[in-house]
């Protein structure tokens, strides 16, 4: 592994005809952590790495590692590595002989091969075909090409799809190792739930446009409370004279701290006091992050819960 | 990222999967079947001939020859579909992402599965003509006739056939690129070479013009190449049809290769790959 290296991706830009996948996307990922890429399903993360890696040219801006281009590196492999969702694979040749055609390209050490299969559990089965192999093992091997060139970038997409709970611990700790190497982790996810052990930081997209970047903490702060009162109004008046935002909620109102504040279950009540209003309901965000996710990427919404919800049952 | 390590890996690609040797067996025992009727048909006919006094269709001399070169006149379509479906199984199986992350210089990934291709065609050839003089000489040599193995214009018709199989490799990989889509490649290939050229070369006979246009069908262009060809041995060579030369004919399938492989990498190879 080389020098640290970091991903600047600059007014990220990408329309399929009239359609915008992405649009101005600007962010930047740090070695030596983990970093969650995250979004709903179609919110443009695929289309964003592809774009990252050289594989879909940007209607407009720039993705770099350490400021050079995918399609300019000198060792692509060896650079950045690279675990996408779609399994490519021919499933007529085995798995050690698909890591050692791309070993080959690559000018890498064919004794890699080996190693990698080690490293991901899949050792004893190299010599098999990957038409045999389960959705858990063809991750695995993703990941094994990823590793092949021991780069100091790691872009998986999705790596944690189609695993089973032991496979979804392992990758976890896998993560945090690599980061701790120094090398920079970029995981993305349809499910914060799925990366929220392993993530030092996130990147939220929706709808082809960033809406989040910084620490899951942060995006935790700024929850909504759930507050009713028998006298309403006075309760609204109350919390909107402290500053507080104030929705009509489904059990009564949804208060809301202003952007860049946070606001606690405890705060709506001492606001109530002071007020002189009885409350009848005062309750915290239930879902905690996974709501404030939700909320952010615009999926909480009644016609998009079930969807949501019907995606989260899935993994 | 070199071309020379492009080249290794798109060779490693063809050899680790069974497709290769599987078309490669198929067409040493295909050839060496037809030759070997060839060599029996040629052989009873130049014998008849001789018999009743009249010229034989063939000449005696070029025999052996016509026989070896079915090893291209029918065995051509095996390194064009060898090609045709490595190009197209990287669509097929998405390879085409862990293939241009690997190497993204992605005119040097085509240009070496070309090259690539080239090498493991001749191959193709090498056995073809083990099949074509193998399984023709031994039915000539059965029936009499002289088998010429160190003849230098048996060893140029080597070389040739080592050529052209190369070259109907390399039109394969462009024709994948120009038709990424499996099945369809698979069809338009062998619809073409097993029905619709034939027939068009025998309709192109009947007339002077459209003979002339007739000799720049791949096919043709292919038997050109290689010299001499069952196929107009049986139209008859002497009745004044247009052939190119060999160079022409190795030519117009390089023009064919080129073209089909440009437009290809303009239209598919560069697009986004998602």
Redesign the interface.
């Known amino acids: 592994m080389s020098t640290a290296t970091t991903i600047d991706v600059a007014h990220l830009t990408k329309n399929f005809g009239a359609v915008s996948a992405v649009s101005d996307l600007t962010f930047s990922v740090q070695p030596g952590r983990v970093t969650g890429f995250l979004g709903p399903n179609g919110a443009g993360k ?2 964003t790495l ?1 774009m990252l ?5 940007p209607s407009s801006g720039s993705a770099t590692f350490g400021g050079i281009g ?2 300019e ?5 060896a650079t950045v590595g ?1 675990a ?1 969702e ?9 798995a050690a ?2 890591l ?3 070993a ?4 890498i050490d064919p004794a890699r091969v080996e190693r990698v299969l080690r490293q991901v559990g899949l050792a004893e089965v190299g010599k098999r075909r990957v038409g045999g192999f389960s959705l858990g093992m063809r991750q695995r091997l993703g990941l094994a ?1 990823a590793l092949l060139g021991d780069p100091p970038v790691l872009v998986l997409d999705e790596p944690i799809n189609g695993l089973d709970p032991e496979g979804i611990r392992w990758i976890r700790v896998f993560l945090r190792e690599l980061a701790e190497e120094g090398r920079t982790v970029l995981v993305s996810s349809h499910l914060l739930s799925e990366v929220q052990q392993s993530v030092d930081h996130a990147i939220i997209i929706a709808k082809g446009r960033l809406v989040y970047d910084g620490t899951l903490d942060g995006l935790e702060t700024g929850a909504r409370v759930e507050v009713d009162a028998p006298d309403r109004a006075a309760l609204a008046a109350a919390l909107t004279a402290a500053g507080v935002v104030v929705e009509q909620g489904e059990h009564g109102l949804t208060a809301a701290a202003p952007p860049g504040h946070e606001l606690s279950a405890a705060q709506v009540g001492g606001i109530a006091q002071r007020a002189g209003v009885a409350l009848s309901l005062l309750s915290g965000e239930k879902g905690g992050l996974e709501a404030a996710f939700l909320r952010i990427t615009g999926t909480d919404s009644p016609p998009d819960t079930s969807e949501a919800n019907a995606d989260g049952g899935r993994s | ?2 071309i020379v ?2 080249v ?2 798109e060779v ?2 063809l050899v ?4 290769w040797w599987i078309l490669l067996i198929v067409l040493f025992v295909y050839v060496a079947f037809v030759a070997g009727i060839l060599g029996g048909v040629f052989g009873a006919i130049a014998d008849q001939g001789t018999a009743e006094g009249a010229p034989p269709p063939v000449a005696p001399g070029d025999l052996h020859l016509i026989v070896y070169s079915s090893a291209t006149a029918i065995g051509y379509v095996f390194p064009l579909l060898l090609g045709a479906l490595a190009t197209t ?1 990287e669509f097929r ?13 992605r005119g040097q990934v085509l240009s070496a599965k070309a090259i690539a291709l080239a090498v493991v065609g001749a191959l193709y050839g090498a056995v073809a003509l083990l099949g074509s003089i193998g399984g023709g000489g031994l039915v000539l040599a059965i029936t009499g006739q002289e088998l010429h193995l160190v003849d230098s214009e048996t060893w140029v018709l080597v070389g040739r056939v080592l050529i052209a199989m190369a070259l109907w490799a390399v039109i394969g990989v462009g024709l994948g690129a120009l038709i990424p889509n499996q099945v369809a490649v698979l069809v338009i290939v062998l619809a073409f070479t097993q029905f619709l050229e034939p027939i068009l070369r025998s309709l192109s006979f009947v007339a002077d013009w459209t003979a002339q246009v007739g000799q720049f069908l791949p096919g043709a262009a292919g038997d050109a190449l290689v010299g001499w060809s069952p196929f107009t041995a049986f139209a008859g060579t002497g009745a004044g049809i247009p052939t190119l030369e060999w160079w022409q004919g190795g030519l117009v399938l390089l023009a064919i290769a080129l073209v089909a492989s440009v437009i290809g990498y303009l239209t598919t190879w560069k697009r ?3």
């Open positions: 695929t289309t592809r890696l050289g594989l879909v040219a995918y399609r590196l000198s060792r692509p492999l690279t996408l779609a399994s490519s694979f021919h499933p007529g040749r085995t002989n698909h050692a055609i791309y080959r390209a690559a000018a090409f | 990222m070199s390590n492009a290794r890996a490693a690609k680790t999967t069974r497709l199984s199986h998405l390879t085409l992402t862990p293939t241009f992350l690997a190497n993204p210089h986004d790959v998602t």
